[in-house]
């Protein structure tokens, strides 16, 4: 059974930093795409990045300049870069794969169960 596990949230102040991993788990061939996503209070979940296997990052206009995203193929673990960050970038952080080719066939979408990404004085 594949799984998404977060880490790196927490507090942190406007204008601070903080790098979120996430490993994806389980008997796993290979992955097409791992990207973010969060999901402020009362909005919708929206895409913040996502990459390709084979390189080819998306990231969304709000956080372009701001935002990295990067993966570690061998380790099925993506990881999200934020620098400059806003009290409006507070939200769970989801991670998510699209594209994964295990044992038990090839799974179209898996979620995280989301890390808190608080920015506040």
């Known amino acids: 059974q594949v799984q998404l596990v977060e880490s790196g949230g927490g507090l942190v102040q406007p204008g601070g930093s903080l790098r979120l991993s996430c490993a994806a788990s389980?008997?796993?061939?290979?992955?097409?795409?791992m990207g973010w996503y969060r999901q402020a209070p009362g909005m919708q979940r929206e895409l913040v990045a996502q990459?390709?296997?084979?390189?080819?990052?998306t990231l969304a206009d709000f956080v372009k300049g701001r935002f990295t995203i990067s993966r570690d193929n061998a380790k099925n673990t993506v990881y999200l870069q934020m620098h400059s960050l806003k009290p409006e970038d507070t939200a769970v952080y989801y991670c998510?794969?699209?594209?994964?080719?295990?044992?038990?066939?090839?799974?179209?979408?898996?979620w995280g169960k989301g890390t808190l990404v608080t920015v506040s004085s």
């Open positions: 998510n794969a699209k594209g994964v080719l295990s044992p038990a066939g090839y799974g179209m979408d898996y």
């Open positions: 389980g008997n796993i061939f290979s992955i097409n795409v």
């Open positions: 990459m390709l296997s084979g390189g080819g990052p």
